[in-house]
Every structure is written in structure tokens, then in C-alpha cells.
């Protein structure tokens, strides 16, 4: 069938330098890359379709969208403990993305390839008559044996949460709005939270060893934590005034419990939601300040109940979780 | 942002039991799988992306859908040498997709997995406003520093490819026009090989050591012959009478020169064409033997040249060929 872009060109000029570095890419033009861990390394490998109109607006900034593509993949290889390592990138394009467009895109993904210390080796570029679509794939590599799953929490550990939750959620609201109800500087920052999250790669490997279950919030923090305790057997008390809160989502919702309530199924936070034994707090602290992220214990593993996850206040009363909501897209 | 689909039902009903048999792929419910490849064992990785409409039509049956998806990739691992192992899938799902499709899909799937030796290990299902859209990436094995690459073609070689060369184009072709020019028999024969191509698993790792130099004929046997070519810096001659042709094939075009001509800028063989020394030609017979497939000789590599592929004809003249064709999907 036809294609009409001539992806050999878009290749050599937008892609092929960002696996530069990689001489496994074969300068993306072969049929495969190969990549060979080191012995010892077992490889994390990850998976995220965003599509434009369900994951981001059409109009984002191409930066925005080429961050968001690949950083929503760092968090899942964070989350199992594991270091970035390669990604291929398979882009549907619809006729109105240009060159400047996709060179924006290219130039952002360059820029996180530096940060994030990843580099490109291999991928499909092709049309589509439809929405933007892209699908990256992420390796990570790890030790052989490791990697924090989802089902080992055990009934007496720690939850905790790093950076803060529910900045994502409320950029994504001052998007639809328009951001009226926001001022400037602070709608400015929750979109840019929300553009760009900062998936945790520098804590999650560090936590291999600690953590007992690890997951990353991108359905929302109540739907991620919901996922590990299910996936454990396990069930989950955590307290709502121990949620780390920025101090723009608190000044927004006006510290009402209600409002934070709704942050925590927001999603897109792509922070990292764990478990550890409470004779490791300290450690657990000391690894949070090593990587200059916020760690906060926001309550306890429990035993299996029928609501996984139990949200309490501060006299520890259950409070109601009608809607933990978010927007289950991740395997 | 919201995503109408409850992908857990999704993956638990569906897709979590193709990845039943790898405990890596942790149920397709954690973060990320993991791979551990043994020591000495490196890891080829390709990507493609399949469009509705662009490289299938909407309305052909699920089953060829997956298939193809699936198949595409493998051959990609094939042209490397490497063996099948595990692949992710990331499907955009428009809304007419019903639950009965989505099962005769991933029955295919499963099929495929069966057939060819390979298990799901994670992914993604969205929703999309557009067309569907199916990113497969897929690991093979191989031994470390082996690979078929496509830039070492030597100056003498032979050429050769694999299986038949044009069924899946004709194929295409009374699909778009309805198969009125085609007896229904012929029709069926042509269009199943475009919509199951037949990915060369087993020819493909056989060929390490010997082949110098191989890709999968996915954009032409022209242009993919071509790629060899500039990768490898130098030129092609190949024989028009010596490529292989279905009697199908044959019977459709009449054996028409201009008819046979247009099959080889086609594309979507899925065969193999690679180069090796002439020194062991009994060698490489003897692997098509072991794997049951038709390996042709057609030609040989020569200096580079301004047009890479040069056809010739009985008699050693060169046939012009204008339009190389094919489309350049393929990184």
C-alpha cells in the first residue's frame, strides 16, 4: 500500500542524529537494532500509545507532545527500579504536522535524550489520514532478578509517594477552561506540570532493594496505589493530610479537602507511588535526599477489604472515595 | 485525560493470556516486563506501525489485521538472523471496533504466537478518534556481535532471494480493483499471500555466517535490494528472468516483461534478499533445504554505480526500470 512521505529523508534528517551515539541502532536504517546487556543485566521494556485529542490536545506545543510521549515511558521503567537505556519510536503523522513541526518534536526529543540519558535505536515513521499518534517504546536495564513489581506489598509496610501529587490534574484543567480561573504565573506552572512531567529515573533504581512494591501515578494516586494492593492482596490506609500538596495546588483548591480529594484521581502526576518495610525508614529517606526528591509516608499497608485503598483524616475516619476516577491506559 | 475504554477488562479478558506462558511479562499488569536474556545472547529489536487505510484497508478481516502486524515485524527479525522472542503491542482502537473483533484478533494473535514461537510481553490499548492503528515491537535473539547487517555486501557476491517475489502486490491489486481480473481461485491465492505474509523465522537465523549482507523485501525487492546497496556502498545486477515467480504470479501477468517488471517495485513480499560469498553457494542451498524454502539466485554485487540495481535481461541488456516504486515504510 502507499505511503506518501518519503521516511527515508525524515529519517536522516530528524532522527537518525538522535541515535547518533548508538552504533547498535545501525544508523536506524537496518531492519532491526541489537542491543547486548552487559551479563548479569536483565532488560525492562515498556510500552505507551498517546494519541492526539485522548492524551494531549492537538494544539500542544510539539515539545510538549515529544516530552510527554517519552517521559510517560521513564516513569514505567522507574517504577520497576530500572536505569533508561534505548527507545524506538513508531509516529503516525497527519498531513498538517510540517517540518517545523516534527523538527520541534526531534529537537525536544534530543534535549530529554540528553537529560534522561537515552538514546533513540530505532522506530516507523508513516502517515495516517487520523490524529497524531505516537508509540514509544522504552528499555531500561537492570540486575538480572530485580525490579520492584507491583505484588509484593506486604501488610504492615509503609506507603509513600515522592515529589507532590495533583499539579498534572489541575494544568490539564486550566487547559480546558483556559485558564481563567487560575492567575497567569500559576496556570503557567500547573500546565507545565502537566506538559511535562518529570518521571522519576534517578529515585526508582535507587529504591530496588528498598521498596517492596513500587508503581508509577498515572492513573491517579488512589487508582495506582488501588493497583498495587490488588495485584498484592493487600489493602491500603493511607491519610489525606499526609498527601504532599504543591504550594500552587493548595493556594488553587483552597486547602479544601474536597478539592484535594479530587487531585488524587486525577492522574498524569508520574510520580512514584511505593511500599517499604518500616524498619527502613531512615534508608528510605536517605535515598530521597541522595536524589533531591520529596519522600512522603502517607500511611500503612493493611490487610485485603473490600475498597482497596481507604482514605482517612486526620482523626482517622474514612472519608469517601466516590470517584477515584482517572483513566486506567497503562499496561 | 479520559479514555472512554476500561482497559483492564480489556487486557484481562483478552490479551493477558497471550503473555500467560511468560512469567516476564507479569500478567501485563505491572509497569514494565523483563527480559533476561543468557549470557552471550544479544537483543534485536524493530518496530512498525500499521495504519487503517494506509497499510491495510478498514474492512479486512481481524484475523489478517493482527497477522500482518505481527508478521511485518518478525520478518524485520528474520533479516537480522535473529529468532523470535517476545513483542509488545500498542493498539489504538476506534469505536467500531466491537469485542467480537478485538477477540478474532487476538485469536490470530495467538495463532501467530503458537506459530511462530513468540509471546506477548506488554502494551497498551487506547482509544482513538481516528483509524486503528497497531504499533507491534518485537525482540529476537541471537548470538552477541552476529546480526545480519545490511552494510556489508562485498564486491562478488551473489544474490539471492527467498520464496516468490509480486503474490502479495497482485494481491493488493485485486483487492483495490474487486478481483475481476482475476479467476477466484488465483484472487483468493494472491490476496491471502498480502494479507498473511509468510515472515522467513527459520531461513533467516540459518543464514547467520553465511550471508553478508540481508534485509526483508517489504518495499520492493528493487528498493530493498537498494538499501543493501548504499549501506553497503556498492551496486547490484540482477537477472529478470531469474527472479521467482508464483505460477500464479505467472499466469496473471502473462509472463509479460513490463508485468514482471512492476512486481519487483511491489513490495510487501516479506522474503528474504541477502548476499553471500559465491564460494558457498552449496552451503546456502543446502539451508534453504533444511528450512523448505525456495532460495534463488539472481544475480551478483558489483562496484557502486549511479543507479544501484541494474536488470538485465536474457541476453545481459539493461531494462530500464522507471519506477522502482514501493514505499519506504521501514526504518
Redesign the interface.
Known sequence: ???ER???DL?RCL?APLAAHRPEA?G??????????D?GQ??????????A????FASDPPDSIAARSLRVNL???A??G?VPDSY?????IPENCDNAWLRAFADQLRRDQEQYEIDL???????????L?I?I?A??R?P??Q?V???SAVVGDDIYVSGTIGDACLG?SALQKGGDEFDQTTAEYLIDRFRFPSPRTQLGPQLLGKASA???VSDGLIADLG?ICS?SGVGADIRLDQIPISDDARRVTGGKQESIMALLGGG?DYELVFTASRDIRSEVQAVGEKCQVAITRIGHICEAKSEQVSLLDEAGEILPISSTGG?????
Chains 1, 2 share one sequence.
Open positions: 500500500m502507499t505511503d518519503k521516511e527515508f529519517i532522527f545501525l536506524l536504517l537496518d531492519d532491526a537494532a541489537i542491543i547486548e546487556p551479563s536483565g532488560i525492562a521494556i515498556t510500552t505507551d500509545c498517546l494519541v485529542g485522548v492524551h494531549f516513569s514505567d521503567l517504577a520497576m530500572a524506538t519510536l513508531a509516529i503516525a535505536i530505532g522506530g516507523d515513521t508513516v502517515s495516517t489520514p487520523g490524529p499518534t508509540t517504546t528499555l531500561g537492570l538480572v532478578g525490579g513489581r507491583r505484588s490539564l513500587m508503581a508509577d493497583h495485584a498524569d483513566y486506567e491506559h497503562q499496561w
